[in-house]
């Protein structure tokens, strides 16, 4: 599990360092495309040392594996300008309500449609639910 968890943080890191150019240039321009000011690489240049994308890749990534294993830190956010520690936080009571909701819904569901083919084995309706039931898992 452990060799997973590590092997999935490596793609994700991966993933994250995919798109074209970095996070500075995308940043620079974000935060001076209305002000009227002409960017130049040397505050692109900041930029990048002030997030810390001027290191090597692998760097990054062992202090941001570092900071989750150790802190519980999870790193700066840049899109949303705050740490994820936040954003994670602004969200998980809405995931959970959304995962309990599920999970009585389905029980709701999954408990009387067993019931049912229970009684009525080997019949139209039990493989027409077992079907379903399949489709539903899929």
Do not use: C
């Amino acid at each position: 599990m452990i060799l997973t968890m590590f092997l999935v943080s490596i793609m994700v890191f991966l993933i994250m360092e995919l798109p074209p150019g970095d996070y500075a240039t995308r940043y620079a321009f974000r935060k001076f495309s209305g002000s009227g000011t002409n960017i130049t690489e040397a505050d692109i240049r900041n930029i990048r040392a002030e997030l810390g994308l001027d290191r090597p890749a692998w760097e990054r990534y062992f202090t941001w594996i570092g900071g989750i294993v150790t802190r519980f830190d999870f790193g700066e956010a840049f899109a949303f300008e705050t740490s994820v520690n936040n954003v994670i936080g602004q969200r998980i009571w809405l995931t959970v309500a959304i995962l309990f909701s599920t999970l009585i819904v389905t029980y709701l569901v999954a408990i009387p449609v067993g019931i049912y083919a229970a009684v009525h084995r080997h019949s139209a309706e039990d493989y027409g639910l077992t079907i379903f039931s399949y489709l539903g898992l899929a």
